[in-house]
């Protein structure tokens, strides 16, 4: 069945740089776009960017750019989302998700189970 | 950016009820729209896609409609296992966004 896991809970002074990875299992990894979304405690999800891990190729949320890199390792089937510049209102559940083309208009069908991002001094 | 707001932001139903969230674009998003539904501490779920499209192995009590700018999810017999917080979210302009939830609650 298709899986993504993700890299574990993590803490970071304000400043401090983060990376997350995202292993997938299941399907064949450069077939489907990689999404980044993010949640704060009570608040709707709030999406980053996107990656094509056949290409490489990315889009960035405007409000992320320059603090954002999107990545991949085919020969682990892995991506990576890599954030710069923390600060404390980068506090967030973090998700990668799976997102179908086509006729499923870029819906997310796979989630990983997120990973936990406190920034505290 | 396209803002997404749905409405009501939380509502107390029993089981068997209908339920009926709304959701709203700030623009034509033609049928760019998906739901998904969140219990806590968990990750997303996807229902629906295209706005009306049930995704594989959920149950048909959940329905979409709409397009343009205004969509609705159904839920036509509340069951236990359906309180949870649900959120829209457009894919038809970057960056995609979210409705800020609808919370289900037990009545």
């Known amino acids: 069945q298709v899986q993504l896991v993700q890299s574990g809970a993590e803490v970071k002074k304000p400043g401090a740089s983060l990376k997350v990875s995202c292993k997938a299992s299941?399907?064949?990894?450069?077939?489907?776009?990689i999404n980044w979304v993010r949640q704060a405690t009570g608040q709707g999800p709030e999406w980053m960017g996107w990656?094509?891990?056949?290409?490489?190729?990315?889009g960035y949320a405007q409000k992320f750019q320059g603090r954002v890199t999107m990545t991949r390792n085919t020969s682990i089937s892995t991506a990576y989302m890599e954030l710069t510049s923390l600060r404390s209102e980068d506090t967030a559940v973090y998700y990668c998700?799976?997102?179908?083309?086509?006729?499923?208009?870029?819906?997310?069908?796979?989630w990983g189970q997120g990973t936990l991002v406190t920034v505290s001094s | 950016d396209i803002q997404m707001t749905q409405s009501p932001s939380s509502l107390s139903a029993s089981v068997g009820d209908r339920v009926a969230i709304t959701c709203r674009a700030s623009?034509?998003?033609?049928?760019?729209l998906n739901w998904y539904q969140q219990k806590p501490g968990k990750a997303p779920k996807l229902l629906i896609y295209?706005?009306?499209s049930l995704q594989s192995g959920v149950p048909s009590r959940f329905s979409g409609s709409g397009s343009g700018t205004d969509f609705t999810l159904t839920i036509s017999s509340l069951q236990p296992e359906d309180f949870a917080t649900y959120y829209c979210?457009?894919?038809?302009?970057?960056?995609?966004?979210f409705g800020q939830g609808t919370k289900v609650e037990i009545k």
């Open positions: 623009q034509s998003i033609s049928n760019y």
């Open positions: 299941g399907y064949t990894f450069t077939s489907y776009d």
């Open positions: 295209a706005a009306s």
């Open positions: 998700a799976r997102s179908l083309g086509g006729t499923y208009y870029y819906a997310y069908d796979s």
């Open positions: 990656m094509n891990p056949n290409s490489g190729n990315t």
């Open positions: 979210q457009q894919t038809y302009s970057f960056p995609w966004t």
